[in-house]
């Protein structure tokens, strides 16, 4: 399937989730790259599935020196609120500026990425094939281009206090986040050891450090909103659970409510360096 088919994602629920992807990103993973773009006059940072620009808000003033950030997505209209977001200005107060271009990524090339200092995503991976994260290891590889890939989810989740359900209800997301889509068999929580061994065999060096999301009662809005999401996907993998899915889903939300909940999401972030 082609990024046209890909699933919409609402700005809303992007906005919603920034803040604790921005407490989660790896920030050890930064430390390799930092030197590696101050010694260039004018990084080009590519972002892949950029959404509405939330890693390059995340990034750019945590990186030194002018930077150039080139923003893809499949959807126009995320690309409005990415280029009228993006910060002016990186860490040491220099410039930065962005372009932005409508386009599928699972076909970049090497010669697509010429030039390039970064790659960058976030929460891209798991929404992509073997074949398309072997893809672009290649791309990056072949140009010489680190690429940094944050937020990918791991297939593990604990909420506190446990119900009984919780097992049976994530098994059945895991389903579905690896579930096959127009022809696609997407990555789901094996894509960070996907592109690990890619990346590895390709003979580019990877550190892997965890990004967990940590809920609590002040992040009640956002975890009720992924808990709806998380319970609505495990259905749709496993339509037997829909009915003791509602019951579920309504202690769920209450304890959410109720500031009595807390869930750990589980996500890895990979530095691949291919220098
Ligand atoms: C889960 S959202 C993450 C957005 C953003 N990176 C963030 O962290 O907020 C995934 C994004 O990837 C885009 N996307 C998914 N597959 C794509 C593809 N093959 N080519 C281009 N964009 C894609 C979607 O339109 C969406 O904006």
Redesign the pocket.
Known sequence: MS?AG?P??SPAW?GL??EA?AQARATRLLDPLRPHLAGLARPVIR??????G??GRWLAGRLPGPQHWVM????PE?LDHARANMLDTAADGTPVTVETRV????GLTAADLAGTSLVT????LD??TVDEVDGLARACVGAGTPALLT?SVVGRVELTPADPLDAGIAAAFNAHQRRVDGGRRLLGPDAVDAAAEAFTRLGADVLVDPSPWRLGPDQADLMASWLRGWIDAAVAARPDLAEPAIGYARRRLAAARAGGLRIVVHHGDLLAQCE
């Open positions: 990024a890909s919409r994602y992007l989730r920034e992807d972002d892949l599935g950029c959404g509405t939330s890693m893809y997505d499949s959807d995320l386009r599928d990524v699972t995503a976030s929460a891209l929404l992509l937020l």
